[in-house]
């Protein structure tokens, strides 16, 4: 059975941050794998504007191409409609049951994460590893909120030690708009 981690986002643009979040989980919990997969019509973005999806999916591709242990999984690119977490964790499931899924997202999710659309079936479907955001985190309190939610919703959450890396695709796009480098901010 693989352990695969997936980094889920928008991606728009895909940056260093998000590069580096699936190296770290990758080396910290033995994964087989991350799996990179771009949201097609995020619910939460659904009055801003956004990349068109193909796009964001071939930026991405173009990005993890280098790293042996990275892929890309277009599941919520090719699905119709807003989508909600729960629904593609059981499709993961459903499609390879021969693996392990450990959803991987910023201390900032884990803070929110009760609020999400049942919770409790992303936890019965996978795995959570919740990285912490650097000197400016917790990462004793985010055990406490992790232990309590496992406790509430069942399953499993792992806190990952990982550096405050301040980079944001909302900086990066409007860097670009000032004509301004994002050199070494994306791959």
């Not at 959570?128 to 509430?152: F, H, N, Q």
């Not at 990982?162 to 796009?173: E, G, L």
């Amino acid at each position: 059975m693989k352990k695969i981690g997936i980094v889920g986002g928008t991606f728009d643009p895909i940056h260093i941050g998000h590069i580096l979040l699936g190296e770290w989980a990758y080396e910290q919990f033995a994964l087989d794998e991350v799996w990179f997969m771009p949201a097609g019509m995020p619910y939460f973005k659904k009055d801003k504007k956004v990349t068109p999806a193909e796009e964001r999916l071939e930026s991405v591709r173009r990005a993890v191409s280098s790293f042996s242990y990275m892929k890309v999984c277009d599941l919520e690119v090719k699905r119709e409609g807003r989508t909600y977490t729960y629904e593609t964790v059981e499709e993961l499931n459903r499609l390879y049951p021969d693996n392990r899924f450990c959803f991987i997202f910023g201390e900032d999710c884990l803070d929110t994460f009760e609020t999400w659309k049942e919770p409790g079936r992303i936890l019965a479907g996978c795995e959570i590893i919740a990285a912490t955001r650097g000197a400016a985190s917790d990462p004793e309190k985010m055990k406490e909120k992790a232990s309590e939610l496992c406790e509430k919703l069942g399953g499993v959450i792992h806190v990952m030690e990982f550096p405050a890396i301040d980079i944001s695709s909302t900086m990066i796009r409007e860097r670009i708009a000032k004509g301004l480098s994002v050199k070494y901010l994306v791959p």
